[in-house]
């Protein structure tokens, strides 16, 4: 296993479990590396694309870095129609043009089940990178998006899902984090995560372990997509939430007034979900004026107090 210890210009590698690796190059710019891929979440070829793309580029946003180039990772089944690919594969690249970053290539395989993703390189000032270590007692706890998406879309699969409620989760998984490269640099905010297959709950104790702190989420304050907690409290829960709930809940201490399915659809895996950002009291009115100049959505959904794990409430 290679570390930061090994290699001292790899600033962030496997010892941190973060969301992505950091590569010092210089003294003014390091690399973000990271990949990202899945089977279709949707069935337009078009979205699913852009989403893959978004979920894949999101964690260079959540180390406070730029996307700079991607490379395709795709496996799609021989009979797959070429026009299908294409679309995939035009979604993904309008999505990091979005990003200002671009393709360079790829390499596909043929496999009985379609999946796509990316591998993506970002830049980052070394002096400015947010990992999941960062974290301090008193900080205030945002997330930039509702969540959600993972209980909607394995609704949708059983054609459980109303309509209205699918096309909102898909525009927020469309929804680059590119926030992120903005707030940390200029806040110098240094605890990030983006939330994605292990939940809200079980990113936040990924961050809570990191950074030797006690995470206090509301659970009442988190967000929720429209219909997520009707699909929770209908138990269309997919297969991820269980399997989070087994491993993160033993850090997780909820009261008994969380109800419980709303705590199930906190242990529900998302796709492109939101940032999750421990922001200094000191900062944060900036920091919100800031989102809300930007006209990006953001929500308080708790404190980071001393301690360990997660208390929920």
Not at 27 to 48: H, K, M, N, R, W
Not at 236 to 246: I, Q
Request: aromatic share 6%; charged share 20%; glycine share 10%.
């Amino acid at each position: 296993m290679f570390t930061s210890v090994d290699y001292p210009d790899l600033l962030v590698g496997l010892e941190t479990s973060d969301d992505a690796a950091v590569y010092k190059i210089s003294d003014e710019l390091a690399i973000v590396q990271t990949l990202d891929f899945f089977t279709p979440i949707v069935d337009d070829p078009y979205t699913y694309g852009a989403i893959a793309a978004a979920n894949a580029m999101s964690d260079v946003y959540a180390m406070g870095g730029e996307v700079v180039l991607a490379l395709n990772i795709a496996c799609f089944p021989g009979h797959l129609p070429p026009s299908m690919v294409g679309e995939i594969l035009r979604g993904g690249a309008e999505k990091v043009r979005e990003a200002g970053g671009v393709i360079a290539g790829g390499h596909t395989i043929d496999d009985d089940e379609p999946k796509y993703g990316m591998a993506v390189m970002g830049l980052v000032q070394p002096q400015h990178i947010a990992t999941k270590s960062g974290a301090r007692p008193g900080d205030v706890l945002l997330l930039t998006k509702p969540l959600g998406v993972g209980i909607i879309t394995t609704a949708a699969k059983s054609d459980a899902a109303q309509a209205e409620h699918l096309r909102a989760a898909v525009e927020v998984m469309l929804q680059l984090n590119r926030i992120g490269a903005q707030l940390v640099p200029q806040f110098d905010l240094t605890a990030v995560t983006d939330i994605t297959g292990f939940a809200l709950l079980g990113h936040a104790q990924e961050m809570a372990e990191r950074s030797r702190v006690c995470l206090r989420i509301h659970s009442e304050q988190v967000p929720l997509l429209p219909g997520a907690r009707d699909y929770a409290e209908r138990w269309l829960f997919p297969g991820g939430s269980k399997r989070n709930h087994d491993y993160f809940g033993q850090w997780v201490k909820a009261t008994p007034q969380v109800a419980e399915e709303l705590l199930m659809l906190l242990y529900t895996p998302e796709t492109s979900g939101g940032l999750l950002i421990a922001v200094p009291q000191d900062k944060l009115s900036r920091v919100e004026a800031f989102l809300r100049a930007a006209g990006h959505a953001h929500w308080s959904i708790g404190e980071v107090e001393p301690g360990a794990g997660i208390e929920l409430d």
